[in-house]
């Protein structure tokens, strides 16, 4: 039985040790060394029926944002499960075909997509294009006619959801870089309908990330079901309506809906509308299936502050350093010892590596402690600074593990490199 699971029903304390599934953490720290990534096989599968449960029959298609986490045992996962996968590179799209993810449930969303990374979706057969800017719709269709064939596209609108009455993290506001203002889209429209070597299918958005309410997500549907009835008038109809991701998960005390009730208020709203519905869900699927494990190799308690240096750092984990992002950092074999207020930092020489600030643990050095919500965003956005190799990554089922991805090995950190060539010394 697992107890106490902060965040996920797989994660939990057994006998006073931190476990995923079945298996203690101190064993994988033993078999892999840290700093490593886990996640639980169950916890994904659970997470991704949640998604997909409440359609029923209804046509729908989940797609996975593969950027936030894209080993391929993970999109393998997810494939398995009838997940198609939201795009936003020619990389993540050699990713999902080398995981065994089918082309023809791929959507490529991204503001930059390159004339290489169009053709290679074109020639692999995704299912979609979306469309962010009038400029890549005339790219498209300049490739798709020279080839003399159709990109299925679809504009991913901005529907500028008002940040007074939602003041949430946001990709759907006018004023960044995503998506085609919402004024302009039906004109766009239209220019499309016009256009060689186009054929339109859908329409889109994405609104932002770590959403924990769902009025925003409704004002943004129904914005768009707007939009879509007047295209309708002009002759244009879509086959899908993607809905994009950025349903939020539960990091400290944030209560996001359950999947199942944003998908719920999303489909009452639809009514009975015929098109098939993407959803592109990233961080609710993965977030809350992984943890950081880590080693903490050196307690510098001071008069100012106390902390506790340990082996995972920011180029491992860029979350806090990056947005200040709060994850929970939770001992694996919680003691009975006193507890004091650490600042929990990682051996990279910049000030903003942190993991956590102003923690209450009762640490060792030699301690491990797992750095919960770590799914998403995590090891997808690590980086090699400080020529550190990057976290191993494992994924437990049941009461095995599995070693997903080795741990780097410095040396492969530089092979790429080379030295000038200086002439002969006089
Ligand atoms: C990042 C992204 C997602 C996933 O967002 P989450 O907040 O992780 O659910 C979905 N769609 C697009 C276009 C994205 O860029």
Sequence with gaps: ?????PHSTFIGYRAGTLCVEDVPLPQIAASFGTPCYVYSRAQLTQAFHAFSRPFGTRPHLLCYAAKANSNLAILDLFARLGSGFDIVSGGELER???AG???RKVVFSGVGKRVDEIELALD???LCFNVESASELE?????????KIDAAISLRVNPDVDPKTHPYISTGLRNNKFGVAFEDAFALYRRAHGLPGLRITGIDYHIGSQITEIPPFLD???KLLGLVARLETEGIGLHHLDLGGGLGIRYADETPPEPGRYVEALLARLGDRRETIILEPGRALVGNAGVLLTRVEYLKPGPARNFAIVDAAMNDLMRPALYDAYHAIVPVQPGARETRHWEIVGPVCESGDFLGHGRDLALSEGDLLAVMSAGAYGM???SNYNTRARAAEAVVDGDAVHLVRARERVGDLFAGERRLPFPPQR
């Excluded at 790219?139 to 080839?147: D, K």
């Design 1 to 5: 039985m697992l107890t106490d699971p």
């Design 96 to 98: 999902v075909l080398a």
């Design 101 to 103: 993810g089918d082309a």
């Design 124 to 126: 692999k057969g995704i």
């Design 139 to 147: 790219r498209i269709s300049s490739i798709a006619a020279r080839r």
């Design 220 to 222: 943004a549907l129904d």
């Design 380 to 382: 997808s956005m690590s």
